[in-house]
């Protein structure tokens, strides 16, 4: 397999992709998405845990439910909320048009 | 290839077909060697057809892979496809503690182990939202030219890369102690011999190729890994409940665990040491009651591994390797995935294992114990016998307390307890060998990269011909592999610990840096470097400090019972551990605890009202501010970095134009980047 340098590597263009407004409104969604994604980690990394005592109570196929959030709910909702996090920027990419080409 | 990004790259279309192929031929060998057991072959042989095989199958990916180009060399081209940099970043992430450690851990702890399953998933969330897109979009090859370039040169640069080497150095060690491990037990050699068995095993997958053989040899050892970790799992899940759905089933493990357990201790019967009593019950104390340190320190680990995650310099440069910025995000999803599917099987190996043996071990003459705890009663590298029996009251029959296990043996012992033939033992071995060598390789490759590229090219030499600077990256691999092995061959496996380090010295060091560099803007150059400084002497300096001088530790920051109390534990140590001064300075102490006073920061000590204390960890007074283990160093540093970062950026000139147009640019996937200063720029 013959190689040679990709050419990948970002080139050094004067003007910005996008006009200034366009890029402000870009970034004000992608943030409003970041913090959303960011309070669902808080809240499946720490906050439902402080309750795991008196979660334990309550059991599901032998389960105690503040154990099975700690070995497996949180997991699953964080591997769901960063394919949907994938899915929901490039919308707001395309949406304003700052897809890659 | 040039253009590879954009026009179908015929090795890229069949990945699919590759992998599937060694997926299925990996399938049948491991079929071979089971008709072969039954034929009669001896184990060793066995054994050493699974290492020598799975390692010469690496060795070759990494053979063809090899390249003079620097964009293959540094980022393979990028042109990974996003599910293959997700299984890759998998093995590069999941290391021997992870295959071997995790399950025992949790064996031990309980729903206290359950902080490094959080920890360790969790810290993608931040990756995929934070940084790696940014970083993509940056577009170069290492995390230290993203710092040079966002904070104005070389400055930064360095910093970065003391933060980085500080943090991969002792992690590479550990995996190499962990290749040892295993090939001295699968291969019936000496440590030293399996550490350099190993270190051959992990050169040839990276010395080459760099970059671009690491990732196809990872990819490679992410198959391997996850079906030796399933398949024992599901096997075991038939043998205990029936139904072979390890993560589903067992929920009737943990119930029958906790029945257990309210029998032994109606029999008036204790847990082992270092295991808990309550395995499903979270935040407790020895005495099985709600125990606010143990909550504080939970709470804590998880926070620091998960800042950890989004800052070690290994696993955000595989971010540099996809085609685009919607394939960097993509790929962080993909790479939780393929963690998850270990993850969220470790618990279940726990369970499982402790169910087996309180059941079928507990309460038994010790005479008559299974031939595989036998095979296990031999010495550790870590000084004690694997499977320690110990009859405390003499009286012929396993008690609970008499049952010590090292956590390592719960998953490398599951196919014995379950009767599996040797080829799933072998078959294990191989998977925590895929685990412990890809995980080095990327570090090592972080390591050296680190060194050539930022050191050697930018900040040495910037005429360096691309010849030179692959000879020198090649060069410089080798002595950081032998450096590392040459450490592992001397500490041995007291160096485990030091592992969880590297996650609070790399979050208080670099995380702030990096995500305040793209998402705020007034960061100022000085700010960075001051912040960055700061996370890192502070954390890297309470690490040390709390560990190897709990003593003085806790006179400058316990209260005065504290200190006396640090002093007493000083006495409980053999005392081929500790120093004649320690213990003189301890007897100073406790001959006078009238004129004892707190330390000068008690208050400080104090504030969260909490107190400082000591206890006593790996044969050393080790002090806890706050109540906090130093695993959970970067608890302090973190925020520390962070506030300082924001204060000195309001106090020094902020950032040009120029590099207020290049955080625009980064923030947006399409279009070029304009750099502050063009001499950053890659070739």
Redesign the interface.
């Known amino acids: ?14 003007a ?3 006009d ?1 407004a366009t ?1 402000k409104a ?2 004000a969604k ?1 943030s409003n ?2 913090w959303l ?2 309070c ?2 808080f809240f ?3 906050v439902v ?2 309750f ?2 008196s979660l ?1 109570s309550i ?6 439910l ?3 959030m ?3 709910g ?3 909702v ?2 769901v ?3 949907w ?2 899915k929901r ?2 919308e707001i ?1 395309e949406e304003f ?5 | 290839m040039s253009g590879a990004t954009k026009e179908k790259d015929p090795f890229i279309a069949s990945l699919g077909k590759i992998y599937a192929g060694y997926t299925g031929g990996f399938a049948a060998f491991v079929v071979i060697i089971a008709i072969l057991e039954q034929m009669g072959v001896p184990d060793r042989i066995l054994g050493y057809m699974f290492v020598g095989l799975t390692i010469g199958v690496y060795a070759y990916i990494g053979i063809i892979s090899r390249t003079q180009a620097v964009a293959e060399y540094y980022v393979a081209g990028r042109r990974v496809p996003a599910l293959y940099n997700g299984m890759a970043t998998g093995s590069d992430w999941m290391s021997a503690a992870s295959f071997i450690g995790m399950a025992g851990s949790l064996y031990a702890l309980g729903y206290g182990g359950l902080a490094f399953i959080l920890g360790w998933t969790g810290g993608y969330m931040l990756v995929a939202i934070l940084l790696a897109p940014y970083l993509r979009k940056f577009g170069q090859y290492t995390v230290p030219d993203f710092l040079g370039a966002r904070f104005g040169g070389n400055a930064a640069r360095l910093i970065g890369v003391i933060v980085l080497i500080t943090a991969s150095f002792v992690y590479v060690v550990a995996q190499i102690v962990g290749v040892g491990i295993i090939t001295q037990r699968f291969l019936d050699v000496s440590f030293g011999v399996a550490v350099f068995v190993g270190l051959a095993g992990i050169l040839v997958c990276s010395m080459l190729g760099g970059m671009r053989a690491v990732t196809w040899t990872q990819v490679a050892q992410y198959i391997v890994l996850i079906i030796a970790y399933l398949i024992p799992a599901f096997l075991m899940s038939a043998k205990i409940t029936g139904v072979p759905m390890p993560q589903l089933m067992y929920g009737f493990a943990l119930e029958r665990i906790a029945e257990l357990e309210n029998g032994f201790r109606a029999a008036g019967m204790t847990p082992p040491p270092g295991v808990t009593g309550w395995h499903s019950a979270p935040f407790i104390g020895a005495n099985g009651q709600f125990n606010i340190q143990a909550a504080v320190n939970f709470f804590a680990l998880v926070f620091c591994l998960m800042v950890g995650t989004a800052a070690l310099p290994h696993i955000l440069m595989r971010y540099f390797t996809t085609p685009s910025v919607k394939e960097a995000r993509q790929s962080v999803a993909w790479s939780l995935f393929f963690i998850f599917l270990l993850y969220f099987t470790a618990p279940a190996y726990a369970a499982f294992g402790k169910v087996e043996i309180y059941q079928t071990l507990i309460g038994q003459p010790i005479a008559s114990l299974p031939d595989w705890v036998k095979s296990w009663q031999i010495m550790s590298p870590y000084g004690v016998p694997w499977i320690n029996i110990v009859d405390v009251n003499r009286d012929g029959i396993l008690q609970w307390n008499e049952f010590r296990i090292h956590p390592d043996v719960v998953v490398l012992a599951t196919p014995e307890i379950a009767g599996l033939p040797y080829v799933i033992a072998g078959l294990v071995a191989a998977g925590g060998l895929a685990a412990a060598l890809s995980t080095a390789d990327g570090l090592l490759l972080a390591l050296a990269n680190a060194l050539s590229h930022d050191i050697y090219y930018k900040m040495i030499d910037r005429n360096a011909p691309t010849a030179r600077r692959l000879v020198i990256s090649r060069v410089l691999l080798l002595i950081v592999a032998v450096a590392a092995a040459w450490t592992a061959g001397n500490a041995g496996a007291d160096i485990l610990f030091l592992v969880a380090w590297a996650f609070s010295i790399a979050a208080a060091g670099l995380f702030a840096a990096l995500v305040m560099g793209v998402w705020y803007k007034k960061t100022t150059n000085t700010a960075a470097c001051v912040g960055m400084g700061v996370g890192y002497v502070l954390t890297f300096g309470y690490l040390i400090h709390s560990e190897w001088f709990g003593l003085d530790f806790v006179q400058l920051f316990g209260s005065k019972d504290a200190i006396i109390a640090a002093a007493r534990q000083v006495g409980t140590i053999n005392q081929n551990f500790t120093s004649p001064e320690l213990r003189a300075e301890a007897a100073a102490i406790l001959a006078n605890t009238a004129a004892v006073t707190d330390g000068a920061l008690a208050w400080f000590g104090g504030i969260i009202g909490i107190p400082t204390d000591t206890v006593v960890l790996r044969n050393r007074v080790v002090g806890r501010l706050w109540g906090i283990n130093n695993i959970s160093g970067g608890i302090i540093g973190v925020p520390v970095a962070f506030l300082t970062i924001w204060l000195v950026s309001k106090f020094t000139t902020p950032p040009s134009q120029a590099m207020q147009d290049f955080i625009d640019d980064i923030r947006i996937p399409k279009g070029g980047v304009r750099l502050a200063d063009k001499r950053d720029a890659v070739e």
């Open positions: 397999m013959p190689l040679v340098e990709s050419g990948s590597a970002p080139s050094n263009t004067e910005p992709a996008v200034p890029a870009y970034w992608t998405l970041m994604v960011f669902i980690w499946f990394s720490f845990h402080i795991a005592p334990n059991k599901i196929l032998g389960f105690p503040g154990f099975y700690a070995a497996q949180s997991l699953i964080f591997v909320a960063l394919f996090f994938g920027q490039n990419d048009g700052v897809q890659e080409d």
